[in-house]
T-cell receptor, first 114, second 110 residues
Framework: EAGVAQSPRYKIIEKRQSVAFWCNPI?????LYWYQQILGQGPKLLIQ????????DSQLPKDRFSAERLKGVDSTLKIQPAKLEDSAVYLC????????????FGEGSWLTVV | QKEVEQNSGPLSVPEGAIASLNCTYS??????FFWYRQYSGKSPELIMF????GDKEDGRFTAQLNKASQYVSLLIRDSQPSDSATYLC??????????FGPGTSLSVIP
């Protein structure tokens, strides 16, 4: 079974530039999560989708971050404009249903904003 | 109050000892509890999950849940150097959000 795929793995951008991360969850997984993990901290939930709908996006800085999940499968997370404090690993994860049982993580997209 | 809290660490134990990792959560209606292990530079991987009060054992790992005290723990018996990692506690809240704690860094000394 293929795992959660993410790209790009690494990205370096200047502040005020934009960046987009892509995620393809495990086939059949209804729920998709984007987490931000700053070095030395636990993952912080940015947005949680179930199929096409948003379950929670209370921690998503909506003035600069946006996310969408088209057709309930792939998802894209965009940051525009980026700030220095956005430097982090962006982890995409998926699970079978909204209950969050056995969340599987992708390898992450490492962002450095300079 | 943070939603999920863990021992600040780092925690150091000698090889062969029992490592005890603790986690508390604020949402009394939380349903499921997870322990993830994260090696440096890698993604979190699931070790165990627990739903019911009491203990759940899987090999060298035992998860303990006490919903009345809003407390969940992970015991690692016969700790090995390969267990050295950050351990993340995650909680599925009553709102179906999955929230992670800050993690506890464990170092097993040979």
């Amino acid at each position: 079974e293929a795992g959660v795929a993410q790209s790009p793995r690494y990205k370096i951008i200047e502040k005020r530039q934009s960046v987009a991360f892509w995620c393809n969850p495990i086939s059949g997984h209804a729920t998709l999560y984007w987490y931000q993990q700053i070095l030395g901290q636990g993952p912080k939930l940015l947005i949680q989708f179930q199929n096409n709908g948003v379950v929670d996006d209370s921690q998503l800085p909506k003035d600069r971050f946006s996310a969408e999940r088209l057709k309930g499968v792939d998802s894209t997370l965009k940051i525009q404009p980026a700030k220095l404090e956005d430097s982090a690993v962006y982890l995409c994860a998926s699970s079978w249903d909204y209950s969050g049982n056995t969340i599987y993580f992708g390898e992450g997209s490492w962002l450095t904003v300079v | 109050q943070k939603e999920v809290e863990q021992n600040s660490g780092p925690l150091s134990v000698p090889e062969g000892a029992i490592a005890s990792l603790n986690c508390t959560y604020s949402d009394r209606g939380s349903q499921s509890f997870f322990w993830y292990r994260q090696y440096s530079g890698k993604s979190p991987e699931l070790i165990m999950f627990i739903y019911s009060n009491g203990d759940k054992e899987d090999g060298r790992f035992t998860a303990q849940l006490n919903k009345a005290s809003q407390y969940v723990s992970l015991l690692i018996r016969d700790s090995q150097p390969s267990d050295s990692a950050t351990y993340l506690c995650a909680v599925r809240t009553s709102y179906d959000k999955v929230i992670f704690g800050p993690g506890t860094s464990l170092s097993v000394i040979p």
